[in-house]
């Protein structure tokens, strides 16, 4: 079965410092990668995928097949970057079901 | 947002006591799902649909049943809720035909407290 692994469960950086979130993942086929961010009191919202190989907010995320790693990375972090950030997969199965990471809590201090 | 509520968003309620989240859409996306979410561990897969009457297990079926007799709802029921049953659930839909390439969108989430 997949699996999902966000090592960092708290990160905290000061304003304009590089972050990077840290995702690993197994599965021996190709999988789709997602990170989702959720602010505080709102909803999960979809950040980047790596289907799309874009480039949200200033956030950017790189697929790592022989390391099956999907880091998130930007260079210069801003206090409105404070928030839960989810790693998830899908592997093409019925149901695109998403399988999540234990997510981690951003911090970016003034 | 989808067009994805739930409902209630807050609930309390006791030990043994049976409980129904409603999850409501307004785009008619065939494919919905049922996340718990819960510290340590993310989001898990309860239960999902794709399609009127047409549901599967996730990962943490145990203790739930859904139903979904039109395509705008899909409920959640917890038979005889129990303490380790708290947590924040969470909607979503996809909004394609589910496959790999497919996004899913979360609806508000609803904390529910058993006592």
């Known amino acids: 079965a997949q699996r999902v692994t966000q090592p960092e469960k708290l990160l905290s950086v000061f304003k304009g410092a590089p972050v990077e979130l840290k995702c690993n993942y197994s599965?021996?086929?190709?999988?789709?990668l997602f990170w989702y961010v959720q602010y505080s009191r709102q909803r999960l919202q979809l950040l980047l995928r790596h289907i799309s190989r874009e480039s949200i907010k200033g956030f950017t995320a790189d697929l790592n097949k022989g390391e099956t790693s999907f880091h998130l990375k930007k260079p210069f972090a801003q206090e409105e970057d404070s928030a839960m950030y989810y790693c998830?997969?899908?592997?093409?199965?019925?149901?695109?079901?998403?399988?999540f990471g234990e997510g981690t809590q951003l911090t970016v201090n003034p | 947002d989808a067009g994805i509520t739930q409902s209630p968003r807050h609930k309390v309620t006791e030990t043994g006591t049976p409980v129904t989240l409603r999850c409501h859409q307004t785009e008619n996306h065939r494919y919905m799902y049922w996340y718990r979410q819960d510290p340590g561990h993310g989001l898990r897969l309860i239960h999902y649909?794709?399609?009127?009457?047409?549901?599967d297990k996730g990962e943490v079926s145990d203790g739930y049943s859904v139903s979904r007799s039109k395509t705008e709802d899909f409920l959640l029921t917890l038979e005889s809720a129990t303490s380790s049953q708290t947590s924040v659930y969470f909607c979503?839909?996809?909004?394609?035909?589910?496959?790999?390439?497919?996004?899913?969108?979360f609806g508000p989430g609803t904390r529910l407290t058993v006592l």
């Open positions: 649909s794709y399609g009127v009457k047409d549901t």
């Open positions: 979503a839909i996809s909004t394609r035909g589910g496959g790999i390439a497919d996004t899913q969108y």
């Open positions: 599965y021996s086929g190709s999988p789709e």
């Open positions: 998830a997969l899908t592997v093409g199965t019925s149901g695109s079901r998403l399988t």
